[in-house]
């Protein structure tokens, strides 16, 4: 039998633009968009027998059998990697493999490799690392194999693979990892996506509908321009997160009215994008600025740092707007700024630069994962 040709895939990373918190409830929508930013994944025959999975963020390469359909390390060490530096890749690889078996191929003996432009010495940009490295495992692992799925497939395999993981991940990373561009998002209900897959199989998940899911794309913005900022602070999503959860906010009126308003702006927003309303637009993107900061003040996450807040003052200061991308705590935040005024955009990075937040040269993917 001659080898199965290489395979090369690559995923974009992504910023929340609005939604953040909220979309981790099922249905509740959120806008994010992909940046030119990727993770590269590659897979080819192996050099020895089992799976082996690399990255260029590890010190080494974990070893591994497959077991009833899921890896095992060959030695301590690669089971320590599996659970730590490479859970993702390792749960896309066996969400892959169960779709196999249910059409009857066997789990592939491989060599899988990570390449990561998400990341500066080792140091993440807070640009969706983990939800890009779990689409472009996804989709080298299924084209490697023979598999031929739709975008949609692909988000559904790396959404099961992801919410096995993190029950409170949204899967909007993977979403605008998969779709590219700027996307509006629902994340579904992931307790009954993963009981689905487990009563009745990965390939009818793929089919069934997803109770809450919702993914299309949308225009991006009409005269303005996506500035970013990077606070050199990396946070932990899941960590923030899975704080506000274990609080008693969460279920409260202050959540509720939380929920509301998000979906109120959010909606707006999806609105002002698709009729061109630049303005409206940057109203909505200020309202999302003013109640994450209400969700901070009320719970204590520490979403906004001092540079993050510096980051949102200097845009507004030219009439832009800006705020947090994602959980905040540090990584990035976003300006929407007047790209005609390119005197106002370089006098907003030189006050980031004078805040601590450097200016990353990052611009919307219109594309998702691919070759």
């Not at 890009?132 to 949609?152: E, H, K, Q, Y």
């Not at 009981?195 to 997803?210: I, M």
């Not at 935040?333 to 601590?356: F, M, N, P």
Request: contains cysteine; hydrophobic residues 40%; glycine residues 10%.
């Amino acid at each position: 039998m001659s080898p199965r040709p290489t395979v090369v895939r690559r995923a974009p990373g992504k910023l929340f633009v609005a939604g953040e918190y909220a979309v981790v409830e099922p249905g509740n929508p959120a806008i994010l968009v992909a940046v030119d930013r990727y993770v590269t994944v590659t897979v080819s025959e192996p050099g020895a027998p089992g799976v082996s999975l690399s990255s260029d963020l590890l010190p080494r390469t974990a070893h591994c059998r497959w077991r009833d359909g899921r890896l095992g390390g060959t030695e301590p060490q690669d089971a320590q990697l599996l659970r730590d530096g490479l859970a993702h890749v390792a749960a896309a690889v066996e969400v892959v493999a169960r779709l196999l078996a249910e059409r009857g191929l066997p789990a592939p003996a491989l060599d899988l490799a990570v390449s990561s432009g998400l990341h500066e010495n080792g140091t993440k940009f807070g640009l969706g690392s983990s939800g890009a490295v779990t689409v472009a495992t996804v989709d080298a692992m299924a084209a490697f194999c023979g598999l031929d799925l739709s975008r949609d497939a692909r988000y559904r395999l790396a959404m099961l693979a992801t919410a096995g993981i993190e029950a409170k991940a949204s899967g909007g990373d993977l979403a605008a990892s998969t779709w590219g561009g700027w996307i509006a998002y629902q994340a579904p209900d992931r307790t009954a996506v993963l009981d689905l897959a487990r009563r009745s199989g990965v390939e009818k998940a793929l089919q069934e509908p997803w109770p809450g899911f919702q993914a299309r794309r949308l225009p991006p913005p009409e005269g303005l321009s996506l500035e970013v900022g990077w606070t050199g602070t990396p946070a932990s999503t899941s960590s923030l997160v899975a704080g506000l959860h274990r609080r008693t906010w969460r279920g409260s009126a202050s959540h509720r009215e939380f929920l509301r308003t998000t979906k109120d702006f959010v909606r707006a927003a999806i609105d002002a994008l698709e009729q061109g309303n630049r303005e409206d637009l940057l109203r909505q993107i200020r309202c999302a600025r003013q109640e994450l900061a209400r969700l901070d003040e009320e719970v204590g996450l520490g979403i906004f740092t001092q540079r993050l807040t510096a980051l949102c003052d200097a845009a507004e200061a030219v009439g832009g707007a800006a705020k947090p991308s994602g959980a905040g705590g540090g990584d990035c935040g976003i300006a929407l700024l007047d790209a005609e005024a390119s005197l106002d955009i370089a006098h907003v990075q030189k006050r980031w630069t004078t805040a601590g937040v450097r200016p990353l040269p990052v611009r919307p993917a219109m594309e998702g994962n691919e070759e």
